[in-house]
């Protein structure tokens, strides 16, 4: 079988930003070459074969497959918010070609068996590549380590207690060390409860106003330098999760110049809204960490165009409506991304935020250096590619979405680009339009 992407402006960092032609034979990338140099006319007489399928990128962006390092599939044990098939569809329809699993389950997957169910059930899915992430602690719990060796043999990607964190300074510096020996990321949840308190939104003045108690961002930024000293102490890399506060922005730019081997992700709610999204969108706009100010999210923008933030994951936390329909501070945390993730991505390089190639960094490229997983487009290489039409004007509706749950404060807005094409392995697992010419 020979697919052949043509015309397309393919976009893989630090190697190729031109129109292209991409050859994929049995789902795996034969060649790519820049107009003017394609190799295309080599292969005429399989071109005219009725197998081979052409398909014309022409006007598009060509990217390598997006993965998302942070996502809440549900299942097992929360089905009615989301299971990994609808998951993997909204993934699908939202430009990843692979997606990294929470271990936040029920039970949570901080064993063998857990591990080989979300393997089987992306498997009978049959669209993307879905990546176990392993708990830190048993039943993330923070008292006892699982036994990473077991967790990676049986195909766990990284471990994380996310939805947790790891209170015990103690057990984090253990895990640290004990996960590096393992080769596995540790995936930081840095959040210190004593701070949080009561707390259900950011402090300031809009909790004030709306009479809510507030979570401060030193509850986020202290937990932030604990683990970047851990990571410094013990020279074992620490990756921290969902980055909110300028405070902790600034520990890891200075870390990072320092050489510490730590990386960081933010997600789009933190660089496209503030606080004062829950006065629009109640119980849509509560997640955790929450919704900051305008200088913490000038700040997260800050980080991701100098480097200091590595990657955009989305979050993904599917809830149903009975779980957001409360009062406020009895709602679950959280909001729907993968669907909206690439086009509010492309709404920073509209506006100079980061480059198209910086962008296609934070979204393929670096998660996959982070996870220790191929990336970008090469020769012999699955063909994991994400197709994006930049110039398209969109409303997002989310009752149009693959995933369960519609929790999303994105409802409505208008965006300009989103993917039009998902591949994996070299075939179409998600396609918007008639490819067909």
């Known amino acids: 079988m020979l697919t052949i992407i043509q015309g397309g402006r393919v976009v893989d960092p630090g190697k190729l ?9 049995d789902g795996k990338i034969v060649d790519i070459s820049e107009r003017g140099k394609t190799a295309i006319h080599e292969l005429d007489s399989q071109i005219e074969d009725p197998t081979t399928k052409t398909i014309n990128a022409t006007g598009k962006i060509v990217c390598p497959g997006f993965i998302d390092m942070h996502v809440h599939l549900r299942e097992p ?5 989301e299971t990994i098939e609808t998951g993997a569809r909204a993934a ?6 692979a997606v990294c699993a929470m271990p936040n389950t029920h039970p949570v997957n901080d064993n063998c068996e857990v591990t080989a169910f979300i393997l089987n059930r992306a498997a009978a899915a049959n669209l993307i590549r879905v990546y176990p992430v392993g708990a830190i602690s048993i039943g993330l719990q923070g008292k006892q380590l699982c036994a990473y060796d077991r967790l990676k043999a049986c195909g766990v990607i990284a471990v994380s207690d996310d939805g947790n964190p790891v209170m015990n300074e ?20 840095c959040e ?5 308190g009561e707390g259900v939104m950011n402090a300031g003045v809009v909790a004030s106003q709306l009479d809510l108690a507030g979570i401060s961002n030193a509850s986020e930024s202290a937990m932030v330098a604990r683990d970047i000293a851990l990571s410094e102490s013990t020279g074992a890399p620490v990756h921290i999760a969902h980055v909110s506060t300028a405070e902790s922005v600034e520990s890891l730019r200075a870390a990072k110049f320092r050489g510490v081997p730590v990386t960081a992700e933010t997600a789009p709610h933190y660089f496209m809204l503030t606080d004062a999204a829950v006065k629009e969108w109640g119980t849509h706009a509560k997640m955790n960490p929450p919704l900051r100010s305008r200088k913490d999210r000038a700040a997260i923008r800050q980080g991701l165009a100098d480097g200091t933030i590595d990657v955009i994951a989305t979050d993904h936390a599917p809830h149903s409506s009975r779980e957001k329909a409360v009062e406020f501070n009895k709602a679950a945390n959280g909001i729907i991304g993968l669907e909206t993730a690439v086009s509010l991505g492309l709404k920073l390089v509209q506006e100079g935020v980061l480059s198209l190639t910086e962008l296609v960094e ?6 996959a250096r982070i996870l220790g997983l191929e990336s970008g487009l090469r020769s012999n290489r699955s063909a994991d590619i994400t197709i994006i039409d930049a110039d398209v004007d969109y409303v997002i509706d989310v009752t149009q979405f693959q995933s369960l749950s519609r929790n999303s404060p994105f409802d409505g807005r208008q965006l300009q680009g989103k993917p039009v094409l998902t591949m994996v392995d070299g075939r179409i697992v998600y396609a918007e339009g008639d490819w067909n010419r």
Do not use: C, W, Y
């Open 17 to 25: 930003d031109a129109i292209a032609d991409i050859i994929i034979r």
């Open 77 to 81: 044990g929360h089905e009615h918010k």
């Open 92 to 97: 699908a329809r939202g430009g990843f070609t």
């Open 170 to 189: 103690q057990l984090m510096r253990t895990a640290l060390e004990t996960a590096q020996r393992s080769n596995l990321p540790v995936i930081s949840h």
């Open 192 to 196: 210190d409860l004593n701070l949080v």
């Open 362 to 367: 934070k979204m393929s490229i670096a998660p």
